[in-house]
């Protein structure tokens, strides 16, 4: 039996263009010799569809889409996710579902058991858990057919939830010679491995093989790295997908596949991540062009490189703007790194707008010191001036702000924080600074070694660095990171890394304090198991930390 | 039997300050001779908590506060509000619960049974539902306790949820004398009446009065309006707490109430909202100045009469930003408002900090007519003004754009959006205009008339009114209403409406086309049954619609 896993990249609510690319697939199965083919979660409309599943139009449309897809079905056995009307009377009124198609029939529904409500993930919101696990017969085999989630709680793979159902066992009494799952995973840093380790304990309970088609592409702060992949009934990883793109995978199951081993390179796959995450939050938009404002600071070195990659040198617009501040290594550095890459910088000085500002204040400040303010007021102009080239040549900003300032609120609203994308708002300043090391070895070293090793400086007043407002980015990453993506306790952060507890509370405080601000920040780049963008709700009001 | 329904404000995650508050109002009830004190929904922690719900140390201090209280419930029985921790093997590991204290006993848990999932809502990511119902007898009553939405399915008041339990016929079999509701109920216009329909049919089925304890107060964009109830066994509405502001509502149920009526006044409802909605926002943070920019227009008007009523026309700074485009009216017009309302005024042009950008972006700008880039330095001119006076002065900056401009994008993104709270962003231009008769009828005319009856402008350019860019505000705004509160289709609005289909479709092109824009929002107070800020999620890179 031949499995062609079609790992395609759905735009969310494209119906018309998903369904093209399902069509398309099929017809490549066909080419192939295929016998089953197999599509990511929600294939038709895309992962997430969020409220457009509260429109019954675009519930009944996906079904229409269906009834197309059908009649090209025949000689195969097709899984394609969807979203489907509940027929019974129960609390939610749609299941997120797969149809199974057959030779221009279709067999039936499998609908997702297990909701994932936690996290990036609100499916309770729109679901009704699927009633029961169902195996499907077809040329001699048994085939059994879940989606996501329910392949996770056997595994040891969800948070803050403890499913009392386990879909893999419920399927395991109807001993499916092979497993189908469709899924629509989002990366984050690392994860590759740990699905492994979560698909493992299935394919063994089972006895049987397991095949995985996962999403690829980036709808709006979710990137979904595809990695497709066929397990052994040991747990034993024989066959990938390609990482960040459409692949298709054929899997002969009744060939023998040699022990082959499967690279991975956790700074290589985040890398590609972000790439993908700009590339698609333009061309799924039509968007093209983006400008970026450059520091000479390994903030905007990693993005202007990030965006090069994604969207061409030719459609990257770097732009210096110095101000009084600035050291005369900032120019040069940036002019180095514009070269490098070989994409244009204008420069624009922001002395004069500056100076405007303060002279129009002066009457209303009088008698007070320079503070904050005024360092809010350049970052500011320089937002006023990217926004304007944004808005008069349709260029997209891109902002450039890290985890480690969004964190403590170390960036300016309206300010540096403008922008359309926030690519690297995800990304811990000293990941940020591996990054910036892994481009420079595996890239043929576009940023100025300069830029990396300098100490960090907003430049934004005299002789300004930021350890002058902040700990070393080592400790503030290492809080961050237990605080915020292990939800840690600050006892527990300070007996683990021996941080003072006071210092500790400190930055927790620090990060409740800036909800305010990320409220209003661009989305970003998930690439984190909790991103500030997605997946993380807190009161913005409140007086617990 | 006396009860004492102790309609408080907490503040969430302040579990020390809310304590206090449940001890305080024990007290007050102990003086009132009642017998039984009820509290709102999650009175501990407040509502609603969010991802702090995720630390267990804040789970375990509620309980912590839980023994405080329960020491102090001699004579009396306490129906108070909090998370616990599911002791069961369940999907997840809290339930929404009611503590059920009785002279310095806890006699036992009440755990919600309905979670609502959808709008604003999300309780399935956090809590499990409620197993059962539980009758508690004192002196001779047998007490019914419910939380909040496990009454709404009865009365038929759920969203896109039809839930298969109804809580209010699992507890009629245990013949309850007396129902207890503990809720937060954020306000949304016109709701007040939708309350009485929803809870009536309760008391008829359960042959028993209802009493019904709302929070009140603000909690970032939820507005909690108080008005908590008593209602007879025949669905008659019998008495009602206060609106927006803590109130204590003793009920002697042996005592005959002579029929009373209840004004409702949907406008002044509103008006109260956004009032205690500023109030709260400042009060809770520890913040009590407030800056404006006052346009001339109704809606900055608008915004300072609200300001002003929530916090004093000493906290309140108006600020004027003319510029070439605008007219005399409007500058006299904003002056007359100040001198009316007794705020301070204070006039800074920003012609000559628009024409230094002008000048500095020529060179770039070269051939390229004027468009709306050159608006959008105007409104990002103001910003950066109404930013700098906030960061040296400690004023919020409150923003002005209302929810027809929310909705269509017709604003400048860090420009006339900047701001720490979008008072307006859910109150509609029509809306709004209903809302300032309102103000000038029953709070001494404070706006100049002219700023009513004038054609709205952004005044951008040379006579720019808004009607170039937009329909009527009464098309937009009835689409608005019936496409993003009402979920109606395209093809139904304009059936029901006669507007144009392709009309329709384009405002609703329009809508969702914004939606990068309002991701970047100020967050503003919820007073719609759809808001832009809290309850509905929309993809940015969509192509649904």
């Known amino acids: 039996m031949r499995i062609f896993t079609a790992q395609i990249n759905p735009t969310v609510g494209d119906l018309d263009g998903n369904t093209e690319k399902i069509l398309k697939a099929i017809r490549r199965a066909k080419k192939a010799k295929a016998d089953v083919v197999l599509f990511p979660e929600l294939t038709i409309c895309g992962y997430p569809p969020e409220d457009l599943l509260f429109s019954p139009l675009f519930v009944q449309t996906m079904h229409d889409k269906l009834l197309l897809i059908q009649k090209e079905t025949e000689g195969l056995f097709v899984v394609v996710g969807l979203v489907r009307k509940n ?42 858990p699927g009633e029961d696990q169902k195996v499907f017969e077809y040329k001699g085999k ?65 006895g049987c093989p397991i095949i995985w088609c996962n999403q690829v592409g980036a709808n709006d702060s979710l990137v979904f790295d595809g990695f497709s992949l066929y397990m052994d009934k040991n747990g034993k990883l024989l066959q990938s997908a390609k990482g960040f793109e459409e692949d298709d995978m054929i899997t002969d199951l009744e060939k023998e596949i040699c022990s082959t ?36 600071g390994v903030d905007s070195a990693a993005v202007i490189c990030l965006a090069v990659a994604a969207l061409g040198k030719e459609n990257v617009l770097t732009v210096a ?7 005369e290594s900032s120019i040069t550095d940036a002019k180095q790194l514009a070269v490098n890459l070989g994409v244009e910088m204008i420069t ?53 702000g890290n985890k ?8 300016t609203l309206y300010g540096d924080m403008c922008g359309g994308l926030g690519v690297i708002n995800d990304v811990k300043k000293t990941l940020l600074y591996d990054l910036c090391r892994w481009i420079n070895e595996f890239r043929e070293g576009p940023i100025p070694e300069n830029i990396i090793t300098k100490a960090p400086s907003a430049e934004l007043r005299p002789d300004q660095k930021d350890l002058d407002s902040l700990p070393e980015y080592g400790i503030v990453d290492t809080v961050l990171e237990e605080y915020v993506e292990n939800c840690l306790s600050i006892e527990k952060i300070h007996e683990k890394h021996g941080i003072e507890k006071a210092l500790v509370q400190d930055l927790v405080h620090r990060i409740h304090l800036a909800e305010y601000k990320r ?20 009161p913005i009001v409140q007086r617990w930390n």
Chains 1, 2 share one sequence.
Request: glycine share 8%; hydrophobic share 35%; aromatic share 14%.
């Open 142 to 206: 048994r085939i059994g057919i879940l989606i996501c989630e329910d392949m996770w709680q056997h595994g040891g793979g969800v948070l803050f939830t403890n499913y009392i159902r386990d879909p893999v066992l419920e399927i395991k009494d109807q001993n499916p010679d092979l497993l189908l799952n469709l899924s629509a995973s989002p990366y984050y840093f690392a994860k590759r491995d740990f699905r492994e380790y979560v698909f493992a304990p299935c394919a063994k309970t089972l």
């Open 87 to 128: 027929p019974l009377e129960k609390e939610k009124a749609l299941y997120n579902s797969a149809a199974i198609l057959c030779d221009g029939k279709l067999l039936g529904y499998k609908d997702k058991t297990l909701l994932p409500t936690y996290d990036i993930f609100d499916e309770r919101r729109y679901f009704e």
């Open 261 to 296: 081993s499967f690279p991975y390179d956790p700074l290589g796959d985040l890398y590609h991540t972000l790439i993908l995450g700009i590339r698609d939050y333009f061309s799924k938009q039509g968007f093209k062009k983006a400008i970026i404002g450059s520091s000479g």
């Open 404 to 411: 480690s300032e969004m964190a403590l609120g170390y960036s």
């Open 348 to 400: 624009i000085p922001v002395d004069e707008p500056f100076q405007e500002f303060k002279n129009l204040l002066k009457p209303f400040f009088e008698g007070k010191k320079e503070d904050v303010t005024e360092e809010n007021i350049q970052a500011r102009v320089r937002g006023i001036i990217l926004m304007a080239l944004s808005n008069k040549f349709g260029y997209i900003v891109l902002s450039t």
């Open 519 to 538: 409220r209003q920040a661009s989305p970003g780049i998930r690439v984190s198991k909790r991103s500030f963008s997605k997946g993380r709700i807190f």
């Open 321 to 327: 703007m110095p101000s009084q501040y600035s050291s």
